[in-house]
């Protein structure tokens, strides 16, 4: 069982920048694959980006070049580095976590969440 605590939203200008970090419980933290996801009002939940266990990193092209993931396996620590934010990240966005290996992202792979922290971007 992972239990996860998002914290760093807030809000912020257009081209600001914000970090999330993700608190996981367990002691199995080093071996999950960890996951942002991101949820605007009226819209589906989406992909963000991913760190596996590895340290490899996979991005959605809406965020490649502007967002960073990284982890802390020492501090049970995921992070998500949001720079040049625009309006259109405004969403609450939550951390994942899932024990397995997929090349995919959706959603449903991911048996642990977050309760989500909100972003707002303003024009």
């Known amino acids: 069982q992972v239990q996860l605590v998002e914290s760093g939203g807030g809000l912020v200008q257009t081209g600001g920048s914000l970090r999330l970090s993700c608190a996981a419980s367990g002691r199995t933290f080093s071996a999950y694959g960890m996951g942002w996801f991101r949820q605007a009002p009226g819209k589906e939940r989406e992909f963000v980006a991913y760190i596996r266990a590895s340290g490899r990193t996979v991005y959605a092209d809406s965020v490649k070049d502007r967002f960073t993931v990284s982890r802390d396996n020492a501090k049970n620590t995921v992070f998500l580095q949001m720079n040049s934010l625009k309006p259109e990240d405004t969403a609450v966005y939550y951390c994942?976590?899932?024990?397995?290996?997929?090349?995919?992202?959706?959603?449903?792979?991911?048996?642990?969440w977050g309760q989500g922290t909100q972003v707002t971007v303003s024009s």
């Open positions: 994942a976590a899932r024990p397995a290996y997929s090349t995919t992202y959706y959603s449903q792979e991911f048996p642990y």
